[in-house]
């Protein structure tokens, strides 16, 4: 006759382990899988993307040196 | 078996002790990642928002916290499905060029902010009384020495303390008594200040988007997450540590604003925190005027810190995951010498050249908001894409519909600011 009324969870179950303690899971991995699936729209976005960044890099690089005086004066 | 019976386990008495339990060793990331985003520039730029424009802006900030969270959950999740870093994945799946191509980019933006750290330590701990000369280099050792334990829990706990520090900012938003009716309506109503849409103000709205979401925080909290080791199971519990980040991160940005808005009311002109300091502590009482110019000095010290750690740690992870090194605070300096050298290279590198006389920090300051501004929504463009490869995570962790909703909003929100942006620069009385 058991007069047991807590815990309801059985006891083995309470108990809390660190992530770094833990075993380690099997995680989703890119291997065999190449590169990504890239459709033309999305390439040719990725590639109007990057000309823009370095074209706007550029810019901001030219007016950080029209700020610091670092252009000749004919320049600006 | 005998692996299952040596993992160290800690018990408890109660379900719901679990539940606390189970957040609170999967929490750390996401408090970490949105804290330290409230780095120097951080302080610099909300506090200035409020000296310049009082109250008015706060609505900002409310608006920034959807994105703040929807963008870094994203992080989040994709860490704990790969266990890898951003740099990595970007690497693995959109190839060499594009890999070394955001590499790149976040090296230099994260450098030149780095600087703008460790300028506001030198600011800061000039105003109390240590000259430059000194409080520079001993930050910057502090800094390396607070990573080169080997142990990622030293750090983490160390950090997390840190970004606790930040509650001292309500206290001293308190202590100068605004008006919270106001800072209400504020938060909750939008409203452009009486000045009208001038260049300033545009300019001012870009760089607190620019500093509230930085390209370094997807690095950091993805390599930070996969450091962690953050299992399947904990995703709901790196789901509310990145809300609870959030939503501290930007109350401590309204505490600031709040900070800054005095002198706004009181017609005190400041050119950064530090000068704002010393003014509060000559125009209020004797007492509270000494605490809030200490509080402010130190607490602007702190964001510095933070800043400086979690900002190196995402150059550096991001750096080893590309060329392959060791890269983890679990290492100790002997066995991951490539990883610890980035960070302290990029640490006193920063910290050399705000030692330089004559710098011309404003510029860096700006140039680093400009520069993150720009290259940010293309980053959120990678994450987006990772995010719906399908191939690689599977259907449990790609993004829903409703999720690709959101953030390709977002990216287009980005994106009209960085034109924006991009048009000051190229025109700059265009809203003059």
Known sequence: MSTITTPTVPNEDLYVIHPLDDVHEQKCTSEGLGLMHLTPTVRFALTTLRVYLIAMTLVILYRIATLAHLLPEHVH | MSTVTSIPKIRVNRPWQRTVLSFLVAFGPGLIVMEADND???????????GQYGLHLLWVLVLLLPICYFVQEMVARLGIATGKG???MIYERFGKAWGRFSLFDLLAVNFLTLITEFAAISLAMRGLGVAPILSVPIAAVALVGLIATGSYRRWERIVVILCLLDLTWFITAALLHPSWSAALHNTLIPSIPSTGKTGDLVFLIIAIVGTTIAPWQLFFQQSCVAEKRLRFADLKWARLDTLIGAVFSILVAGAMMLTGAFAYNHHLPFTDPAQLAQ???TVLPHRSGIFLHH???????????????AI?????WAYGEVAGWQHSLHKKPTEAPGFYAIYALCVFAAAGIVLVPHLPLQLVIVSVQVFAGLILPSAIIFLQLLLNDRALLGDRWVNR???NWINWSIVAILFALSLLLAAQILVPNLFA
């Open chain 2, 86 to 88: 951003h740099a990595a």
């Open chain 2, 40 to 50: 120097a520039g951080a302080v610099s730029t909300y506090m200035q928002a409020g």
């Open chain 2, 279 to 281: 003014s509060l502590a």
């Open chain 2, 312 to 316: 190196s740690l995402a150059s550096a």
């Open chain 2, 401 to 403: 519909p409703w999720n």
């Open chain 2, 295 to 309: 509080a402010l000095l130190l607490l602007m010290v702190n964001a510095a810190v933070l800043g400086t750690t």
